[in-house]
């Protein structure tokens, strides 16, 4: 089974920042990489998928990029609404793999 | 819009059985494979169980794997978890998630049902 390693755990930053997540498999895949959004008590909701699909109505300052073992979510400039915490999710048709999740926190 | 409401959660014993229902409703619910995913209290993301389309193929966890069943019936647009033997450690909200049409990857989760096994 596939492992997938986030880093950081808990990242502080401030509105406008650039922020940059690191998601790492235990082995090497295609593009079957997804980025979820999570805040308190909702629904992790889409971001990207294919590893740099930009999910749509989702803002552009999200990218995501990668292959391999190692992808990355970048936010480009932190928004007051991007407090949250973020999932990697590798994707099969038989199984779903998530990252631990990255609490992004004011600063 | 695509909605995904659980429902029957709830406390049991350790060793009991629940099974959770999610409805689905909002696109063609025959034509996409689903998923169970959970989270513990104050944890991370955990998936349980996929189903596919046609409910022809089925693959679990292997935490919960011979202890949870996943069905779903297209005729009446829902999707089934047996969960027998239940643990301490299945304390969780149970969420069924859809996979968008045609790709493996997951687009709409509903909001979940928890599910607290304590003695």
């Known amino acids: 089974d596939i492992q997938m390693t986030q880093s950081p755990s808990t990242l502080s930053a401030s509105v406008g920042d650039r922020v940059t997540i690191t998601c790492r498999a235990s082995q090497s895949f295609s593009s079957w990489l997804a980025w979820y959004q999570q805040k308190p008590g909702k629904a992790p909701k889409l971001l990207i998928y294919?590893?740099?699909s930009l999910e749509s109505g989702v803002p552009s300052r999200f990218s995501g990029s990668g292959s391999g073992s190692e992808f990355t979510l970048t936010i480009s400039s932190l928004q007051p609404d991007d407090f949250a915490t973020y999932y990697c999710q590798h994707y099969s048709s038989y199984s779903l793999a998530f990252g631990q999740g990255t609490k992004v926190e004011i600063k | 819009q695509v909605q995904l409401v659980e429902s029957g959660g709830g406390v049991v014993q350790p060793g009991r059985s629940l099974r959770l229902s999610c409805a689905a409703s909002g696109f063609t619910f025959s034509d996409c494979a689903m998923h169970w995913v959970r989270q513990a209290p104050g944890k991370g993301l955990e998936w349980v169980a996929i189903i596919s389309y046609d409910g022809t193929n089925k693959y679990y966890a292997d935490s919960v794997k011979g202890r949870f069943t996943i069905s779903r019936d297209n005729s009446q647009n829902t999707l089934h978890l047996q969960m027998n033997t239940l643990r301490a450690e299945d304390t969780a909200v149970y969420s069924c998630v859809r996979v968008r049409r045609g790709y493996n990857y997951v687009d709409y989760w509903g909001q979940g049902t928890l599910v607290t096994v304590s003695s």
């Open positions: 294919k590893a740099s």
